[in-house]
């Protein structure tokens, strides 16, 4: 993600993400009222009890703040109310995880000053274990789980019956889907394991992610389609000889939709936690005419980095996201997928098991 504070920052170009944070707040303090194991926090003889929360995936805020705030706020409900009398106060501590390439200081700098919370980066790939054995009591992850470890091979090799010339993410070509797919499982495999041995018994995970429908086509979600438009903006620009083609057929964006059922079947595979709630919702609202160019500087906002890194400074990233709103708005038609119920969030509730050893 773009880091600091400036025109294309994710800080600055993440209102969509946050907007889900919000709609999703419901359904976090139900699972923190209903399912959360106060007892977790308070050990044996323990004289202030502390909550050791993880946001897997933060970027650099602001919506990981406020995701925190809604996290505390529905355990301090559940504190006052299911403690008959005096309470002890409770202590927070919250890490930030992301990838180490994270702008961590723009984090750091803008963490709110009337924090109740003791705050700590944890930088590294949320796919291995980042914490001690059972010290988490709470795990969430909001619009992060959907950013895959690598671009699977098959895409990439030009041997490969499946090379994914003049494009950049998978199309109808169900064996494309199924290589993203299987990436994603593995991905999300090594997730679930890493947090298993992080998360105390009785703790949740809280996971909030973009997704389809069970066993809609990439070529029917707006999303998918939007995508094939920015690839044939890297195309248009490679035949102008703005950019070199090997590299445009070489690029690909290591991100997946996944469905409910194929969620669970993982979550059911790994067999650490209990699938407590699992919900899908859209908390956009649909607009007939979406307003390209705040579209277009969020995914910027995303993909700059990815970009620079792979085509280093022969890329105009101007001139990229000038043809891709024109290119959007020539292709309007797309939008009117965002009207069906294909595409949408899950925020899923996960009770970690008793363990098995
Ligand atoms: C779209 S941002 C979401 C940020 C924030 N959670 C929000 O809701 O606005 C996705 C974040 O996930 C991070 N991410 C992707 N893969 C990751 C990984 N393997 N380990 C840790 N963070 C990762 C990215 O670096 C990025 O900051």
Sequence with gaps: MNGGDGTFSYAKNSCYQREAVDAAKRMLTDAIL?????????????????????DFGCSVGPNTFRAVENIMEAIELKHKTTTEQNP??????????????NDFN?????????????????????????????????AHSSYALHWLSRVPNEVVDRNSPIWNKGRVH???????????????????????SSRAEEIVEGGLLLLLLPACEDGVLPSETCASLQFG????????????GMINEEKVDDFNLPLYYTSPRELRDVIEANGEFEMESMESFNPYVVEDLPDLPKLAKHFRAAVEGLLARH?????????????????????LGIFDFHKTSREFLIFACLKRKVPSD
């Design 170 to 192: 998978y199309t109808g070509n169900a064996e494309m889907v199924a290589v993203y797919s299987d990436q994603f499982k593995r991905d999300m495999a090594a997730f679930l």
């Design 311 to 331: 085509f280093g400074s022969q890329i105009n990233v101007g001139e990229l996201f000038r043809r891709y709103v024109d290119k959007m708005a020539a292709n």
């Design 88 to 101: 002890k106060t409770l202590e927070f501590q919250v890490f930030f995880n992301d990838l180490s390439n």
């Design 229 to 240: 438009l920015f690839g044939s903006c890297l195309v248009d620009m490679a035949k102008m």
């Design 34 to 54: 209903e399912k959360f194991a106060m007892e977790g926090c308070f050990p044996f003889g323990c004289f202030s009890p502390t909550v050791r929360i993880a």
């Design 106 to 138: 723009t984090l750091f700098t803008t963490l709110p000053t009337s924090r109740r919370y003791f705050a700590a980066g944890v930088p590294g790939s949320f796919h291995a274990q980042l914490f001690p054995k059972a010290t988490i009591h709470l």
